[in-house]
Every structure is written in C-alpha cells, then in structure tokens.
C-alpha cells in the first residue's frame, strides 16, 4: 500500500533538488564536459537553436539559466549538443568555402497590389514548386524571404546552374496572365553557421549582388566568378556598381548559359 510522503518530507526532498539542481561543482563538470564534446559548446541560445523539433526544445530549455543556474539545463542542453553532432548537422568550420543564393521575383510587390493577396499566394506556390525541388538537388534551402529564398551550395557552378535553371523555369510560369520573372544573386564565401542559419558579411554581399540584378537576370560577385569552371556559363561585367556594404574589390557580374544544350540541374 502506498503511503504518500509527509508535507516535512516532501519539502526537504524538493529542497535537495534544488540544490542539487543548482550545485557549482557539478555546473563546472558539465560545463568542461560540453566544452570536449562534439557539436557547438554554446548551443542553446537565440542564433544557434534552429526551428525544427530539437532547436525548439533547446530553447524551452535555455530560459532555465535567466533565473539561476541549472544542472537540468546543461544535461538537457549536453544531451542535445551530442545528438546535433551526431546527426551530421553541427556547425560548419568558418573557414569552410560555401555558395550563398538569393533570389527574388522581380516586380512582384507592385504587382500584388494591382491581383490581390489570393493570385499573389497562387503564384508563390507555383515559383516554390519549380524553384525549391531545384535547390534541394544540389544545396540546401536556408529560409524562405516573402517572394524568394536563401540557399547554400558546395559550390559556385552548383549554384549558379540552379539559379539558371529556376529563372528559366519561372519565365515559363503564367498566373493570371502575368509572366513572372526571378532575379537571383550568388556570392562565395564563409558565413557563420548557426542554428541551421548563416550570418555575417558574406550572406550581406550576395543579398547586395541580387540587388543588382534585373528581371530575368542571375548576378554573380567577382569572387564567385574566380569559382566558376563550368564551361556552359558566361561571365560579363554587369553595368550596375557594387551595393553598398560590398568591398571595393567586389564587383557583381552578370551570368548565362553559353549557347548549346545546358547542363540539367
């Protein structure tokens, strides 16, 4: 028969826990013990949790340290760190080379005025239906941005052959009897990873090479360029100037298939 615990006993039991929970030495130990495991020793704050299942229980956990320290959170955070390594989704090295994309469709705002939200969102369906599957054979959708996304690729010929082949395949597109047009940008560089995300001057370059493109045009920054060794792509100067916050030595180039049958993406 169970006898259920006097309020003395159960008071001292929560008070054990709690100092347990809160205990110094073993705070440090598992501090050291994250800092030699495998995976991001940080994880768990705003920028590292991404927003798949463990980044949102990650950050229920991290709110636990606002109030005091915790050996519950560090467990629980440890547990995860070890399980983001292992799942092949830890941070990248910095120094890692990676192609940045962007893209957008161009005129799209303007033109969602004059149709409505319900032929905006139709539309929007449509490009992600011809544009996402693209991406995934080679690289990665990062975020979705309104009318156009970001993405990674191992390479500059990876990338710059899906933004070629999503443009093509969105002039193909009629909505409302409108023809949409995709600009896209590419820029080679390190960002910081984190959280499934990426940051830093890199990922501002190549949103400011897309800047310069125009409708139906895929734009390439000069480092990107130095990258390329597809022969079915052309490389020109583009007469827009580089976007502020691009280094001098940045300049954006504008790219296109060599005439011929292209290369499937």
Request: net charge neutral.
């Amino acid at each position: 028969m169970f006898v259920r615990p006097s309020e003395p006993v159960r008071r001292r039991v929560r008070g054990a826990a709690d100092r347990l929970d809160s205990d110094p030495r073993l705070l440090a130990a598992l501090e050291w013990a994250r800092s030699r495991l495998p995976g991001d020793a940080t994880y768990g704050d705003p920028l590292s949790t991404g927003d798949d299942a463990v980044g949102r229980l990650a950050a229920q956990l991290a709110p636990l340290a606002a109030t005091r320290p915790s050996v519950l959170r560090e467990v629980g955070l440890t547990a995860l760190q070890v399980w983001q390594a292992h799942a092949g989704v830890e941070e990248r090295p910095s120094d890692e080379l990676v192609a940045v994309l962007f893209t957008d469709l161009a005129g799209f705002s303007d033109w969602t005025l004059e149709v409505g939200d319900d032929v905006a969102v139709h539309a929007l369906r449509r490009v992600g239906a011809e544009v996402e599957p693209l991406v995934r054979r080679r690289g990665r959708v990062v975020k979705r941005l309104g009318d156009g996304l970001m993405a990674v690729f191992p390479t500059a010929d990876d990338a710059v052959e899906v933004a070629l082949a999503a443009r093509d395949a969105v002039e193909r597109l009629e909505v409302d009897g409108h023809r949409l047009h995709l600009r896209a940008g590419v820029h080679v560089g390190a960002p910081q990873q984190l959280g499934g995300d990426y940051y830093g001057r890199d990922v501002n370059i190549a949103a400011r090479i897309t800047d310069a493109a125009g409708a139906g045009e895929v734009c390439v920054s000069s480092t990107t360029r130095e990258h390329l060794t597809d022969a079915h792509v052309t490389a020109r100067p583009h007469r827009h100037r580089r976007g502020k916050g691009v280094p001098a030595e940045i300049t954006p180039w504008r790219v296109d298939r060599t005439p011929g049958p292209a290369p499937r993406a």
